[in-house]
């Protein structure tokens, strides 16, 4: 049990859809990601927020938009994606922003995009 | 430019003891992470080298050499749910974890 709860964990949608992944966490932290994770690629850091201000957005597409109303929730909303956005998204919790701060991350969203 | 390397897969037998390499090059350096990935699982934390050395936690040991840019993850005593993705990430000076693609290992008994 890692505190970092994913929802849904798989979802498939056409590309004129508009569909939300929800992350909470448990863990009482202070800063928040989102990452792709594509097969055989590295972990791509999309967004950061630290005390619910993003403070990272690592040139992602426009047709993806994160949301932290709290420092436990994190969304991220997707509409008009296309085929290769298909990936696992992980969500990802830190004390801070720091660099000693250890990332706990939840079990991910299967995306699949027709 | 920034990067991490790591072996794409090994393979290992169950019992034995099994070094996994690491090399990076990020813009100023904070420490670097190993996590462990199952299939369709959350990556969870195993351990984190700041200072040149080695870190032993039970079965689990990581080694940081920063002046050669280099680390290592060795398991000793493999089990079979040892199996699973090992990620290497450096921290950079801006905080940022830089992800290596990960080495996927396979424990055959």
């Known amino acids: 049990e890692t505190g970092v709860t994913q929802t849904p964990r798989h979802l498939v949608m056409g590309m004129t859809n508009k569909k939300s992944l929800k992350c909470e966490q448990h863990?009482?932290?202070?800063?928040m990601y989102w990452y792709k994770q594509s097969a055989k690629k590295p972990l791509e850091l999309m967004f950061v927020?630290?005390?619910?201000?993003?403070?990272e957005n690592n040139s992602v597409p426009s047709r993806f938009s994160p949301e932290c109303p709290n420092s436990s929730h994190l969304f991220l909303h997707l509409h008009t994606l296309q085929p290769e956005d298909s990936a696992l998204y992980l969500c990802?919790?830190?004390?801070?922003?720091?660099?000693?701060?250890?990332?706990?991350f939840g079990p991910g969203t299967r995306l699949t995009v027709l | 430019g920034q990067n991490i390397d790591q072996p794409t897969e090994m393979t290992a037998t169950e019992g034995a003891i099994v070094q996994i390499n690491c090399t990076y090059q990020?813009?100023?350096?904070?420490?670097l992470f190993w996590y462990q990935q199952h299939a369709g699982e959350a990556p969870t934390f195993l351990s984190y080298?700041?200072l040149d050395g080695l870190e032993e936690k039970g079965r689990f040991s990581s080694f940081l050499s920063r002046s050669k840019g280099y680390s290592y993850l060795l398991l000793k005593e493999l089990q079979m749910k040892d199996s699973a993705s090992y990620l290497c990430?450096?921290?950079?000076?801006?905080?940022?974890?830089?992800w290596g693609a990960g080495t996927k290992l396979i424990i055959k008994p």
């Open positions: 863990l009482g932290h202070n800063a």
């Open positions: 990020t813009s100023g350096f904070n420490g």
């Open positions: 990802a919790s830190s004390q801070e922003r720091g660099p000693t701060d250890t990332q706990y």
């Open positions: 080298n700041v």
């Open positions: 990430a450096g921290t950079d000076s801006n905080y940022q974890l830089i």
């Open positions: 927020y630290n005390f619910k201000e993003q403070t």
